[in-house]
T-cell receptor, first 115, second 115 residues
Framework: AQSVSQHNHHVILSEAASLELGCNYSYGGTVNLFWYVQYPGQHLQLLLKYFSGDPLVKGIKGFEAEFIKSKFSFNLRKPSVQWSDTAEYFCAVNAAYTGGFKTIFGAGTRLFVKA | DADVTQTPRNRITKTGKRIMLECSQTKGHDRMYWYRQDPGLGLRLIYYSFDVKDINKGEISDGYSVSRQAQAKFSLSLESAIPNQTALYFC??????????????FGPGTRLTVL
């Protein structure tokens, strides 16, 4: 069965620290990859996405992610986090299955940035 | 972003009651989705609809039903609510005609508590 794994459920960092959140998926075909962010009390918003082309994609607020096909990974990175990055981050994978396409979300990673 | 709206935003109800959660969108998207979010489990798909005459079960449809009254409206019903349906519910939309057709846009969520 298709699955999306986010290895860290909770991450605590100090401001200016670097961030990397892991995301691995289990699917051998063509995929579209997403990172969504959910700030406290708000709905999910798209942070960045990968469809094709350059495997290093840049999103909003200084975030980037790298698609490594051989590792089935799409890790999220930011060189220097800010207190305002405190949020929950969800990796999502959209892939073909019998009957169409389906998007599967990871369990989420809660990031807390200390001021 | 008021393009996808959900009502009510919060609801407390008792076991056995029938509850309807409503979702409306002004984005003109043809696809709509209902998810529930539980801590540590991420988002799980309950039902989805690719157009007005198309309704599909997601991974956790038991205990839920949906109605796609119009392209812009997609409601979720709990016929007889039970406590383990206490969760945060999100509606989402996507546009099948867009290049990034698998990107989803989320509503603000409905927090449902079943006592």
């Amino acid at each position: 069965a298709q699955s999306v794994s986010q290895h860290n459920h909770h991450v605590i960092l100090s401001e200016a620290a670097s961030l990397e959140l892991g995301c691995n998926y289990s699917y051998g075909g063509t995929v579209n990859l997403f990172w969504y962010v959910q700030y406290p009390g708000q709905h999910l918003q798209l942070l960045l996405k990968y469809f094709s082309g350059d495997p290093l994609v840049k999103g909003i607020k200084g975030f980037e992610a790298e698609f490594i096909k051989s590792k089935f990974s799409f890790n999220l990175r930011k060189p220097s986090v800010q207190w305002s990055d405190t949020a929950e981050y969800f990796c999502a994978v959209n892939a073909a299955y019998t009957g169409g396409f389906k998007t599967i979300f990871g369990a989420g990673t809660r990031l807390f940035v200390k001021a | 972003d008021a393009d996808v709206t959900q009502t009510p935003r919060n609801r407390i109800t008792k076991t056995g009651k029938r509850i309807m959660l409503e979702c409306s969108q002004t984005k003109g998207h043809d696809r709509m989705y209902w998810y529930r979010q539980d801590p540590g489990l991420g988002l799980r798909l309950i039902y989805y609809s690719f157009d007005v005459k198309d309704i599909n079960k997601g991974e956790i449809s038991d205990g839920y039903s949906v109605s796609r009254q119009a392209q812009a409206k997609f409601s979720l019903s709990l016929e007889s609510a039970i406590p383990n349906q206490t969760a945060l519910y999100f509606c989402a939309t996507s546009d099948s005609t867009a290049r990034s057709s698998n990107e989803q846009f989320f509503g603000p969520g409905t927090r449902l508590t079943v006592l």
